[in-house]
């Protein structure tokens, strides 16, 4: 499953390989977005708790299907 999580804050990539190794991106607005594949609802559970433990605010989050996944990878020019 592709998850895109919202923080609000920037996070720095180096976070990368302890979130899962999803990807981290910050944006100009201030905050964060982490993307990638999960492999189960498990997985997502001990993400989330990851993103508690380092306390941080989550302000959204959505399940997006791998093809919207590529086309925003694409459109990001990326």
């Known amino acids: 499953m592709y998850i895109e999580i919202r923080i609000k804050?920037?996070?720095?990539?180096?976070?990368?390989d302890w979130l899962?190794?999803?990807?981290?991106?910050?944006e100009v607005n201030?905050?964060?977005?982490?993307?990638g594949e999960v492999p189960d609802q498990a997985a997502l559970v001990g993400l989330m708790n990851r993103i508690h433990a380092l306390n941080l605010k989550i302000t959204a989050y959505r399940h997006v299907t791998?093809?919207?996944?590529?086309?925003d990878r694409h459109s990001a020019g990326g």
């Open 9 to 16: 804050g920037q996070l720095s990539s180096a976070w990368s």
């Open 20 to 26: 899962e190794g999803l990807a981290i991106s910050n």
């Open 30 to 35: 201030g905050d964060a977005v982490i993307r």
């Open 66 to 71: 791998s093809r919207d996944a590529d086309h």
